[in-house]
Every structure is written in structure tokens, then in C-alpha cells.
């Protein structure tokens, strides 16, 4: 009798297991692309907790299903480049796809503030560097109330005591939980390279990658490697679509090469022929020797109107930021294609204005270079926006460990898209016209993009290295 009552009551706990587990939220009959595990395949996602639960083949039951029949799941895109980091800028990003927006390049002067100010809960995860460039203009007392210097900081030269005060401002940071160390030795002509090599050391230091706008095009590639492996940094060339110029197949074998040898250098890339800047920055100083065709390649954004020499000067007086065309489609193609780089837009919003990279990034690799012109597949477009920056990232901050992919146990950030019909639709005219095509998108198991609108959900949380 007793075996038999025993028996019954393990009958009964079985029963109890089999039933179906509901989850908080469920994304179902979509096709699941993780590149990390290579996994391609029609599954069904269960969330709880903020976090991925299960992967499963079989349908389940949850408190909420989204239906994503058709329709591409995958990883949060994450965006390495992104200096809007307010509500407006990050509005544009997760209709793109972004679950994740860093401000890696330029940074932030203060760490602990810039966390501090969006604890409360942002649509979007955010990070940020501590940065030379901000370091340097306060050491130097720019007159820029910018995040770009428009004087000393800049073209100034700085003392053996000024260079040690900038190495104590990225050691703060870095104690506050900065992500990386940005730098832009482009914006920083006076700064030497013996100067852009003790921040690598600092960088090295921290175990945080260095994440630089270099200037001077191949030469300054060599020296900015040579000064990485010489500080021991792990380092990053922020988009080499701009900085590489017509010279991007080159550019590409250096880094390769640099690669090969055994140093850790990574690269991005924006699919957009056109960069934007501050008139005002020291990439214009030699404006007066230009040719006047130039003046005409170069567009205010508060305007949209395309400049002369007269108008150039008037605007670089006054201050305001620029939109440079140029750059041929082969080789923003190029950039994108290539195996080396990462996507990421450099964007930002700013009074309603801005470059198109801001809002279109992602949607625009997926539809324009995937889809119409089949120009690289579809996994190696999604490893470029999820994994690889994940990776790029997680050695400083292990919280990157979670994100970037799609398994049990992962944070539950997550960008559903029509492959048929995701496109980018900002221009150069309107940067705040949203991407088409990505329905849905999932921060930390909430739901930020339900059926094309933004919700009031504000589950976006710091991405942060250990504060010590
Ligand atoms: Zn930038």
C-alpha cells in the first residue's frame, strides 16, 4: 500500500511539472538568428525575469505572446558609437533596432554624473568612455562649450604636468566605471603621440579598449597601432568608413596584419557617404585654402543648406554642426562589407536635428546591403550590430557577457524585423524620419517598440564596468 501511495504522489508531482510553465513574456513562430551559436530556425522564445528563459521548438504559454510569424528575432543590436544620449536620440535608435547605445569615441568628462543622471530607467541601455578629448580641453581651458574643442584644447600643446592631470581624469573614470577610454587625435591635433600613447597605458591599465578617431588617414594608422601595442591597449578605429577614405583596402591590411601578429584591434563602419562634424573643430582649420567646389560639399544641419565660402565662414563663427558629402558608395559598400568591421552609427539628435546614421544604421544595412543588393548575409550583418560588440566590450564589463545573444539565460533584449520590408527611411534633409520594418523591440523583457510605437516602458539600465 505504502509503494503504492508513494507511487501516486510522484504521479502527481509529474502531472504538477508538465504543466505548462507561463511566462511573462513570449516571442513565438519567429525565425530565432543568434550568431554566436549559429542557431537559424523557427523557435519560440520565453522570457521571465528580464531574461531569456528558454529556446524552444515547441509553442509556450505566457502572460503576453508576440507573434513573430515571418519575421527575423534577434539579439538587441548594440551600438559601440553613439553620442545622443538623451531621450530624443535614443527614440530614433530603438526604432532602429538598438537595444544598447555607448558613447564610446568622444566619452563623457564626468562618469559618475553621466550615470547618475539616467539611473532612473532610460528606453534604450546606456554606457559611456571617459575621454581624452574632454580631459584635455578642461586641462587646457578650451573655450568650447561643446563636446569638441574650438581652440587649445585642441591645437594646444600640454605640459608634462597637464599630461599627467589628463592620465588622473581617465584613471577616474575608470574607477567610476567608465566602458572604455575615447579619443579623437583627429580633434586633438596639438595632443603628441607620445600623449595619445600614456592614455593607451592608462586604457591598458583598466583593461578597457581605447576607442579612437585617428587623424592623417594610413600614417596615422601606423602610429596609432604602434602606440596601442606599445601601451599594451586592446584598441578600436571608430569608423573607418570616414577615416579610411579611398584608401579603405589598404587601411583594412594594416589592421589585419596588426591582427595577425597577435594585438587586439578592432574596427566600425557607418553606411552613410557622408560624415558629420563641428564647424568649428580643428578638422577645418585649413578651410581657407580650399578650392570654393568644396565649400559646396559641406551642409548645415540647423539649415539643410549647402555652403559657400561666405556662408562656411559666417557659419564657423557662429558655431554649429556641419554634414560633409563626399565619400563614393563603393566605398561605404566596402566598409560595410568587410569582415573587419562592426556597425555602428556615430549618431545624435540634437533640437530635432541631426545626421540620418542616427535613425537609419541598422535598418539600412539589413534592407539596403543585405536584402536589395545582397552584398554580405544576413547572419554576418547580425553578428557585425550583436556579438562581435558584445565580445568587443565584455573583458572590462562582464555584463556584456549576457547581451549580444539569444540562449537561456541571456538578457531578454531583443529586435523583431520584417527581412522583407526593414529599411531606413532618415535622410540628410529629415534625420528623425524612423526605420520601417522592426515592429517590435524588447529591453530587459519589456516590451519599448510595440507594433512600431515607442512605449512607456523605461527599462533601459547601465551598462557599466565594476566601480572600485
Ligand atoms: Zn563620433
Known sequence: MRSIRSLALIATVIAACAQPTSYDLVVANGRVMDPESGLDAVRHVGITGGQIAVVSEKPLTGKRVIDAANHVVAP???DLHEHGQQ????????????????ELEVGVPDVAKFYGDRAAGQIVNYGAAVGHIGARMKVLGDPSTTILPAGIGGTGSATEAQVAEMEAMLRKGLAEGAVAVGLGSAYTPG????EIQRMFKVAAEGNASAHIHIRNGLAGLDSTIAAAKAAGAKLHIVHANSVGGDTLAPFFAKIQAARDAGQDVTTEAYPY???MTSIQSALFDDWKTWPDAKFGLHQLVSTGERLTRKTFEEARKKGGTVIIHGRTEEQTRSAIVSP???????GFI???RGHPRTSGTFAKVLGKYVRDEKALPLMEALRKMTIAPAKRLEARVPSMATKGRIRAGADA???IFDPATVIDKATYEDA???SAGIPYVIVGGQVVVDAGQVTAARPGRAVRAPVK
Open 191 to 194: 595632443a603628441t603621440m607620445d
Open 350 to 352: 540634437e533640437n530635432g
Open 413 to 415: 533584449d531583443l529586435t
Open 432 to 434: 528623425t524620419i524612423p
Open 340 to 346: 573587419l568591421t562592426m556597425i555602428a552609427s556615430d
Open 273 to 275: 557617404g557622408a560624415g
Open 87 to 102: 531621450e530624443d536620440s535614443y527614440r530614433m535608435m530603438v526604432r532602429d533596432g538598438v537595444t544598447t547605445a555607448l
Open 76 to 78: 538587441g543590436f548594440i
